[in-house]
């Protein structure tokens, strides 16, 4: 019998540069990668140990990536809202599957993260939500944001949030389009919990998802 992780591994193409071992990433990048692997409860993600093989690059980039995700002035529902459309408008698998799961952990039920790859003329979402998707969309599509849409999302963000939206969609198209030349292969799924401190921060990401109004 063919299972479906079978006929994924069938068409996935190796990845174009392996994961590297320490001795590659350097003992710096190596423990960074290793320590995030045990707070998500995994082995290192692919993702770093791929990128890390360039050790000062990978360096310089994981403060501002941390800067934009996890520790953004948007509320994190809505960064993984806007990182799981990037990741659908990019046809990245990794970036999806990836942030499926830190979706699920910042308070996206499971109903909204299936229906993010219908995009915003779904049924089901939330004012808010729906804005935030169609400007992931402009900015894919278009590279900047209309004017009906900028006076739109003027009434729910801050200027800080809204420079925040467009670098963050913009970082993440930048890694979805670098995970898909590299060919990253996707991360096993997590043998054990996450560490208690991970856990702690997602439950306190979940409970800054903003107030909505109705759908």
């Known amino acids: ?8 591994a069938d068409v996935t193409p190796p990845p174009r540069i392996s994961p590297g071992s320490t001795d590659d990433l350097g003992r710096v990048n190596a423990l960074i990668s290793q320590g995030i692997g045990v707070a998500t409860g995994g082995r290192p993600p692919n993702i770093f140990t791929t990128l890390g093989r360039h050790r000062r690059l990978f360096r310089r980039w994981l403060p501002f990536a941390g800067a934009l995700m996890p ?5 994190r529902v809505d960064s993984e809202l806007l990182i799981l459309r990037v990741a659908d408008n990019c046809d990245c698998d990794y970036e999806r599957h990836h942030h499926e799961r830190l979706g699920a952990d910042a308070g996206l039920s499971q109903a909204e993260i299936a229906r993010v790859a219908l995009g915003p003329a779904a049924d089901g ?4 939500q729906r804005t935030l998707l169609r400007a992931a969309d402009e900015l894919h599509d278009q590279r900047t944001l209309s004017d009906p849409l900028w006076a739109e999302l ?6 800080v949030e809204l420079i925040e939206l467009c670098m963050l969609v913009g970082h993440y198209e930048m890694i979805a389009m670098t995970l898909n030349a590299l060919a990253v292969e996707l991360d096993p799924e997590p043998t054990v919990p996450p560490s208690r401190a991970a856990q702690f921060a997602q439950r306190v990401a979940a409970r800054r998802r903003p107030q909505q109004g109705p759908a």
């Open 154 to 159: 003027t009434g729910i963000l801050s200027e």
């Open 71 to 75: 520790g953004g002035k948007l509320p």
């Open 125 to 128: 979402w939330t004012e808010r």
């Open 1 to 8: 019998m063919l299972f479906a992780n079978d006929r994924v």
